[in-house]
């Protein structure tokens, strides 16, 4: 089992929907997660932390945290053509981050 | 966010030669880096964690005398890719920890990678 699993996707949304990204993590002990966006060909870029359960918001991204299900999610609501990217989930170890594979994101006009 | 440079942006050599890779925390210390590699279509992979004045902990099957990490100060780290061959073309992205007032000390912010390709 992966310690970081996301679905790979691609995950295909319309301009304006809501689109939902999830992840499961394996360490129950795990505290802090994190989610970054990365477009092709560049670096990855935070979007947001999470420690504590429920949700956390911050304009258009909404994170979610279930621990007790080890589970992370990420909304975007009202998505936009240059939400279009891949969704990396991370989850941090003694100090590292572990990542999962991503998931591939289509926002369609 | 905290900006996190890399230079070069990208990088042709020749198999064999050595290529040096800098990362620089512009507006902050960074005690911590970590230096990473992304192979098309897959997820990013930890090489090493470089600490400031100390040696770098290499992840199990990274060879140390491949990749030389050295942080000789809180605002950058180098990585030298030695006698590089073509499996080593990749994507080489660095990222360092932020600490200062309300953020968190574990957040990592990455640089805009360097794309190595070895002829």
């Known amino acids: 089992q992966k310690e970081v699993e996301q679905n790979s996707g691609p995950l295909s949304v319309p301009e304006g929907a809501i689109a939902s990204l999830n992840c499961t993590y394996s360490?129950?002990?795990?505290?802090?997660f994190f989610w970054y966006r990365q477009y092709s060909g560049k670096s990855p870029e935070l979007i947001m932390f999470?420690?504590?359960?429920g949700d956390k918001e911050d304009g258009r991204f909404t994170a979610q945290l279930n621990k007790a299900s080890q589970y992370v999610s990420l909304l975007i609501r009202d998505s936009q053509p240059s939400d279009s990217a891949t969704y990396l989930c991370?989850?941090?170890?003694?100090?590292?981050?572990?990542f999962g594979q991503g998931t591939e994101l289509s926002v369609k006009p | 966010g905290a900006v996190v440079s890399q230079h070069p942006s990208w990088v042709i050599c020749k198999s064999g030669t050595s290529v040096k890779i800098e990362c620089r925390s512009l507006?902050?210390?960074?005690?911590?880096m970590f230096w990473y590699r992304q192979f098309p279509k897959q997820s990013l992979m930890l090489m090493a964690t470089?600490?400031?004045?100390?040696?770098?902990?290499?992840e199990q099957g990274v060879e140390k005398d491949k990749f030389l990490i050295n942080h000789a100060s809180l605002t950058l780290s180098t990585l030298t890719v030695t006698s590089a061959h073509p499996e080593d073309s990749s994507f080489y992205i660095c990222?360092?920890?932020?600490?200062?007032?309300?953020?968190?000390?574990?957040?990592?912010?990455f640089g805009p990678g360097t794309r190595l390709l070895v002829l």
């Open positions: 470089s600490n400031e004045g100390s040696k770098a902990t290499y």
């Open positions: 991370a989850v941090l170890k003694g100090g590292k981050l572990i």
């Open positions: 999470i420690y504590s359960n």
């Open positions: 360490d129950r002990g795990s505290q802090s």
């Open positions: 507006d902050f210390q960074a005690t911590t």
């Open positions: 990222s360092a920890n932020l600490a200062g007032a309300g953020e968190s000390l574990e957040t990592q912010y």
